[in-house]
């Protein structure tokens, strides 16, 4: 734990599980200043929170996102078949980032054609607050963002009389109907399903990737004993998951923890990457255990904002990574892990690219390589 001014940075497990459920810190953001994408359920606190995530919520259940796997399968199939024949590709370019923009399109209804538009636009969004520019390039990836969900919700509401069942239809007619979604919200809710259905979950596959890429032994067993995938997915989320830490919360009174008082009106960062290797917590934290077991770790955060789309991101982790071992023979690193970059900023962690080399094949009947 590290204080700096009026920010109190924690990392410890225990501390960190506890503190993202308290309500005592806020998520809204202070003195009614405009939220990171608007007013949506991530910075926003009960009973709006709760409102919010309800209405959310109808798109992530259970039954909703198992029935996306067959879905899932065939997006994940057709992008390996595209670069099998070729022998190399960018994970992360090639297949991460198509899957995860596609299967959260289809889930929202966001058109075919615009679906490589907006992932630009939140990249350039999340441009580091010390990059030359920055104020300028978020400022007009948010505006372009902001115009174009307007422009979506506006056209689904002009095709009422023919609403399809995808989550942006349902939205709006909540908009329009007695939970009273106001505009703002309704716009700044889309945003934050788009952005967070993709980035973190192209996060997730890239990562886990270069964890086993880099463990050709750990790689070799989960291959010969896909049962362990699962818990697999799961210690690869511990060990380098996509955020960083929990979105800053805003202490509504003096808290005590950890023998030190935190002041009411403390900026609070909660490092989940941190706690997800605490010592203390996890035997051997920065080893890759593919059948650990024990605590559960906090890459999707805990509490009333634990993430909504936890179980889609694992679904698209199981069957992309999955496919990734079982479809690409040699699958290899092109060149040494030390070369490659990572997306800057310290909220989120992910590669700009995954080069790999692997043996290029043609696709035999019914789908196998020959």
Not at 19 to 33: E, I, K, N, T, V
Not at 91 to 120: K, Q, S, W
Not at 248 to 258: E, K, M, T
Request: aromatic letters at 4%.
């Amino acid at each position: 734990m590290s204080t700096d001014r009026q920010t109190i940075v924690i990392e410890g497990y225990e501390t960190v599980r506890a503190l993202l459920a308290d309500a005592r810190l806020s998520s809204a953001p202070p003195d009614g200043q405009a939220g990171f994408g608007g007013r949506h359920m991530l910075n926003t606190d009960p009973p709006d929170h709760t409102r919010l995530r309800r209405l959310a919520q109808k798109a992530f259940t259970a039954r909703r996102v198992a029935a996306l796997r067959p879905q899932i399968q065939q997006i994940t199939d057709a992008l390996i078949a595209g670069i099998l024949p070729r022998g190399e590709a960018d994970l992360v370019g090639d297949v991460a980032f198509p899957l995860a923009t596609t299967v959260i399109c289809e889930l929202l209804g966001v058109p075919a054609a615009d679906r490589t538009t907006f992932g630009d636009w939140f990249t350039a969004a999340l441009t580091p607050a010390d990059a030359p520019d920055a104020d300028v390039i978020v400022s007009r990836a948010l505006k372009a963002l902001n115009d174009y969900i307007q422009a979506l919700v506006d056209a689904k509401r002009g095709s009422a009389g023919s609403a399809g069942d995808d989550l942006l239809t349902a939205l709006v007619q909540a908009r329009d109907g007695d939970d009273a979604l106001s505009e703002e919200e309704l716009v700044a809710t889309v945003f934050l399903l788009l952005g967070a259905g993709h980035e973190t979950t192209v996060n997730l596959i890239g990562n886990a990737m270069l964890t086993l890429l880099t463990d050709p032994g750990r790689l070799r067993l989960l291959r010969e004993r896909p049962d362990l995938l699962p818990p697999a997915v799961e210690e690869l989320l511990r060990l380098d998951g996509p955020v960083q830490h929990a979105t800053p919360r805003i202490a509504l009174q003096d808290i005590a923890v950890d023998g030190l008082v935190i002041p009411a009106g403390s900026r609070v960062i909660l490092r989940i990457a941190a706690a997800n290797r605490d010592p203390g917590i996890f035997a051997e934290p920065h080893r890759l255990v593919l059948d650990r077991t024990g605590p559960t770790h906090l890459a999707f955060g805990h509490g009333i904002h634990h993430c909504l789309g936890a179980p889609l991101g694992r679904l698209e982790a199981h069957i992309a990574i999955g496919a990734l071992l079982t479809r690409l023979p040699g699958l290899r690193l092109s060149g040494p892990a030390a070369g490659l970059r990572w997306k800057p900023g310290d909220f989120l962690r992910g590669l700009t690219a995954l080069p790999v080399r692997f043996t290029s094949g043609l696709l035999g009947p019914g789908g196998g390589e020959r």
